[in-house]
């Protein structure tokens, strides 16, 4: 999955059926799909559009996975790029780049801008115009308000920390809609184990629904990681299946790298 994501400005393949346990979230976004499928319907009734969404959360939820999917699902143009790709040291340079951004966008519309990071560009101005980030921030800003919902274009930011943002970032017409993605419950651990099985032979001693219990504080880039763990274990033995004796393994060899990195969460 992630080398499709990674691709710029491609078509992408990824749909709703690889991002799992996130159901409500998608629900809210049916919207977002409808009107950048029937562009034309809201353009008639004077409606406009949300431009822009803010996903905020703990790393390896699936804020980026999703997104990805939103582009798939409504065949847009998806564009990634990071919040840490604009700050730079040279003033106007992060304002250009985001000039760029928005250009390639409404050439290739209808699009999906997404921002990881975004706190890196959006975090609070020190109201000091002359500085490089504020001026990176007031390029984004400009860009917000300039084009119209109606071009086909919407852009995703992702944050660790939603606090830490500018103020200005959340005023109606820019991002003004915010959802939490956070880390998945027992349901939702075992969707995210079943797309991460999908393609692979199991044998009859695995239970995902044992594994889902065993895995709890793990995120779906932890989920995804275990079964990659697990089918490599497997070839190593020579095994035909992956069997339960992988999977276990691989989950401590996961929750030992947690251990190391967030002591106190587990
Ligand atoms: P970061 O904040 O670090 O950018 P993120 O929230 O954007 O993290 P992703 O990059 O979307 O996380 O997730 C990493 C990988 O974990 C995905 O490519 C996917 O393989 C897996 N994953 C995460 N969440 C889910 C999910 N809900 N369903 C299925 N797979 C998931």
Request: charged share 25%; glycine share 8%.
């Amino acid at each position: 999955i992630n080398s499709k994501v990674k691709d710029n400005d491609t078509k992408i393949q990824i749909t709703f059926n690889d991002v799992a346990g996130l159901d409500e979230i998608i629900d809210e976004l049916k919207i977002i799909i409808d009107f950048m499928n029937n562009t034309e319907k809201y353009k008639r009734m004077g409606a406009k559009i949300p431009k822009g969404i803010l996903f905020y959360g703990p790393p390896g939820t699936g804020k980026t996975l999703l997104a990805s999917a939103l582009a798939g699902e409504t065949n847009s143009t998806f564009i990634t790029a990071s919040g840490s790709e604009f700050v730079e040291k040279y003033v106007g340079v992060g304002a250009s780049r985001i000039r760029g951004l928005f250009t390639r966008a409404k050439k290739s519309a209808p699009s999906i801008i997404f921002i990881d990071e975004i706190d890196a560009v959006g975090s609070k101005r020190n109201n000091d115009n002359n500085s490089e980030k504020d001026q990176t921030l007031n390029q984004l800003l400009i860009e917000m308000d300039g084009f119209n919902s109606n071009d086909g274009i919407i852009v995703i930011g992702a944050t660790n920390r939603l606090d830490m943002l500018d103020e200005a970032l959340l005023r109606p017409g820019r991002f003004d809609r915010s959802i939490h993605i956070g880390t998945p419950n027992l349901k939702a651990r075992f969707e995210i184990l079943k797309v991460h099985t999908r393609n692979k032979p199991l044998d009859n001693s695995v239970s995902l629904s044992e594994f889902a219990k065993k895995t709890h504080g793990m995120t779906g880039a932890h989920l995804s990681s275990i079964c990659n763990e697990a089918a490599i274990l497997a070839v190593i033995r020579h095994k035909q299946k992956i069997g339960r004796e992988e999977f276990d393994e691989a989950i401590e060899r996961v929750f030992a790298g947690l251990k190391k990195k967030n002591p106190e969460i587990l």
